[in-house]
């Protein structure tokens, strides 16, 4: 029998209005980030008293300067060859340099290391102080040190190098397998030991990649340390700059901009095939093994040995292709790499004859003399950094719409945009600073308008490479029901770019940070001026305050980078 007692009903709840999402950390540190962006913006443009009109004025100036710099006086072939040599010997001695020093001093920054408890803060301590201050400020010091010519380059990549190698490959070396070094442990092997037999090998491909990569940023680096006096190309074209000869200087630029795009592309194909190799060699070799175990197993043998080919033993791994091909390259390598530090002349008078100058340096910067016109230098060059970053990444957003080929409205125009972007990224900061400075005068004006390019044209890349990567699905959806582009935009793809542009717009900001230091060498503001002046003057208690300043606004905004990307990505 049914029940037909009727049930009473809930009374009518009130209407909650419209829905709303609630504000989440994630919401509140993008929109905080945004707020953070457009007032240091506009406290840049106050700083600098950037306006419209000021601005139309200087890329007036700066249109004449290119003007009076056309056409090119290239150099002869034999100079040009000459200068290209030194500057490929600094980096390739500078990273060879620090490729070395890099190994031991990531092992032991890793969290897995075993050894004393104050060898791990050490490190970490030399790995940001490392990582934090420019090439051309290490530049500056070892001039002074060493003397003028390659061997001060050299170092000077090398030092800096350190800080990046050191702590990617430490961060590969926390994430490697542990169970291999329990085991050797387990026999009784040291810490060195340990680290040689089982986790270098692992992390080889990684360190190779990494390598890799700091080559391309040591390349591009060593084609301007000649400003300061450290050896390459960069020599001839402060010579020209300096004496207003600007056809030879146009020369030069055009020597470095395609020497650092010829470079940029052979360093991608061969980083790209080398990592390629080793890993598939790697996944092959470790297939094979468990296949030939598993066959031996379960024919009866259980170690799997009697799948191997007949008359080799069971530890023998030949001498096979891949294996040849690898080992041929590590030699070939290391004779690149001998040359280059012999090609640089490393006089043993000269060094030894350095330990003055490097005792003076050191007993010099104890202790720091910190002052307030050191930190408003140090306020104009994060303002200009800043700045300059948050109007990169503006104009870079809509140079990525443009060259994504989820977003692009014209296929040919992509093409179009990516080539301009390659060919403004491959030249250095440092010489859209010199050519400011020339076309506008000194002052923090020059250097924001090239952190500005620099940082547009470094957002597009990242930001386009983002939005290739989105999921198109929901962007294919909305357009199939009728959206408009712009609101297929909004609802489908923006959601999903928040945390990458968000991310990539941070690390935009510090490497503009970082450059602007350098910038004040040129005369183009910020604190890199005051640095050199110190140097020049003996004053290097000055020099170690400003060195403290750079590594801690340095360290403060890659600490807030990951903390953005810990909660957003």
């Not at 360093?267 to 598993?294: D, E, K, P, W, Y």
Request: hydrophobic share 55%; proline share 6%.
């Amino acid at each position: 029998m049914v029940d037909t007692t009727p049930v009473a009903r809930a009374p009518a709840a009130a209407d909650p209005g419209p829905l709303r999402p609630p504000w989440s950390a994630r919401a509140l540190i993008a929109t905080g980030l945004l707020v953070a962006a457009v007032a240091v913006t506009w406290l840049t443009f106050w700083w600098i008293g950037l306006s419209p009109a000021s601005l139309a004025a200087g890329l007036d100036d700066t249109a004449r300067l290119l003007r009076r710099m056309w056409p090119p006086d290239l150099p002869g072939a034999g100079d040009v060859a000459g200068m290209v040599a030194e500057t490929l010997l600094i980096a390739v001695a500078g990273t060879g340099l620090a490729a070395l020093a890099s190994v031991p001093l990531a092992f032991t920054a890793a969290r897995t290391h075993r050894g004393p408890r104050w060898l791990r803060p050490a490190a970490r301590v030399a790995v940001v102080l490392t990582r934090a201050v420019p090439t051309l400020a290490f530049a500056i010091l070892f001039v002074r040190i060493f003397g003028l010519g390659p061997p001060a380059g050299a170092l000077a990549v090398a030092v800096h190098s350190v800080g990046m190698i050191a702590k990617l490959l430490a961060d590969v070396v926390e994430e490697a397998d542990p169970v291999p070094a329990e085991a050797a442990r387990a026999c009784g092997a040291g810490e060195v030991q340990v680290a040689v037999s089982t986790v270098l090998p692992r992390v080889f491909p990684a360190l190779t990649g990494i390598v890799l990569h700091r080559l391309d940023i040591n390349i591009r680096a060593s084609a301007v340390l000649g400003v300061v006096g450290a050896g390459g190309i960069g020599v001839a074209l402060q010579t020209a700059l300096g004496s207003l000869n600007y056809h030879r200087a146009a020369g030069i630029i055009c020597v470095i901009v395609v020497l650092v795009l010829l470079l940029e592309l052979l360093s991608v194909a061969v980083r790209r095939r080398t990592i390629r190799h080793l890993v598939r060699h790697g996944t092959i070799r470790r297939r094979a093994v468990r296949r030939r175990s598993r066959a031996g197993r379960s024919a009866g043998d259980p170690t799997g040995t009697a799948a191997l080919p007949a008359g080799r033993a069971p530890h023998d791994v030949g001498w096979d292709r891949g294996r040849v091909l690898r080992v041929a390259g590590a030699v070939a390598t290391g004779m690149v790499f001998l040359v280059s530090l012999w090609s640089l002349n490393p006089d043993p008078a000269r060094l030894s004859g350095a330990w003055p100058n490097l005792r003076s340096v050191l007993t010099g910067m104890w202790p720091p003399a910190f002052s307030g016109h050191l930190l408003m230098a140090v306020l104009e060059s994060l303002l200009m950094a800043l700045g300059a970053a948050a109007v990169g990444a503006a104009c870079g957003l809509v140079l990525a719409l443009l060259t994504a080929v989820t977003t692009t409205p014209w296929r040919p125009l992509s093409a179009v945009v990516r080539v301009l972007l390659v060919v403004v990224r491959g030249v250095p900061d440092l010489v859209y600073a010199l050519l400011f400075v020339a076309a506008l005068g000194l002052g923090p004006f020059a250097g924001f308008l090239a952190l500005w390019i620099s940082s547009t044209a470094l957002a597009a890349k990242f930001f386009a490479d983002s939005l290739e990567q989105l999921d198109p699905l929901p962007h294919e959806a909305l357009t199939s029901v009728g959206a408009r582009r712009w609101q297929a935009f909004a609802a489908g793809i923006w959601p999903q770019f928040v945390p990458s542009f968000t991310g990539n717009g941070l690390f935009v900001a510090d490497l503009a940070l970082r450059e602007s230091v350098v910038l004040g060498i040129a005369g183009a503001g910020g604190v890199g001026y005051l640095m050199q002046e110190s140097i020049a003057t003996l004053r290097y208690d000055t020099t170690a305050a400003i060195v403290i300043a750079i590594a801690v606004v340095v360290y403060a905004i890659e600490t807030l980078a990951r903390v953005a990307r810990r909660h957003l990505l």
